[in-house]
């Protein structure tokens, strides 16, 4: 969204209009209150969901959405008629959500729970 380097989560976070920089801390404090064995930190300057050096969840802002991206072609295609189904564009390794978008937390556990099982 920005050249400008960020030096933590919540700078990134501080960076974004507050509708996007809510989804998004929304988005992050649902996976890690389900996952509390996950952390996030900001690797290629934006907030990723890591377990250990595993990436397992990516979140970022662009102009007119917001990205999720559960660090796997595989998870999204897995979950591709069900995420189309729900009206969201899907790309190879990420799909997109409205920057006010209402969180749906058991598409989120779903996606992480996927992802962690692809990792074990």
């Known amino acids: 969204m920005t ?14 209009d507050s509708k996007q920089g ?12 389900n996952f509390p064995d996950l952390d996030c930190k900001l690797s290629w300057n934006v907030p990723q969901i890591c377990r250990g050096s595993d ?7 662009l102009k007119n959405h917001l990205a999720l991206a559960p660090w796997s ?3 999204v295609e897995d979950f591709k008629a069900r995420l189309e189904s729900e ?23 779903d996606l992480v729970t996927a992802r962690i099982a692809e990792l074990d």
């Open 22 to 33: 809510n989804t998004l801390r929304d988005v992050i404090d649902v996976i890690l209150k």
């Open 87 to 109: 009206g969201y564009i899907v790309k190879k390794n990420l799909f997109q959500i409205p920057n006010d978008w209402k969180i749906d937390e058991k598409l989120l556990t």
């Open 3 to 16: 050249s400008k380097k960020f030096n933590s989560v919540e700078d990134y976070l501080s960076s974004l």
């Open 73 to 75: 072609a595989k998870v």
């Open 55 to 61: 990436y397992v969840f990516g979140v970022s802002a």
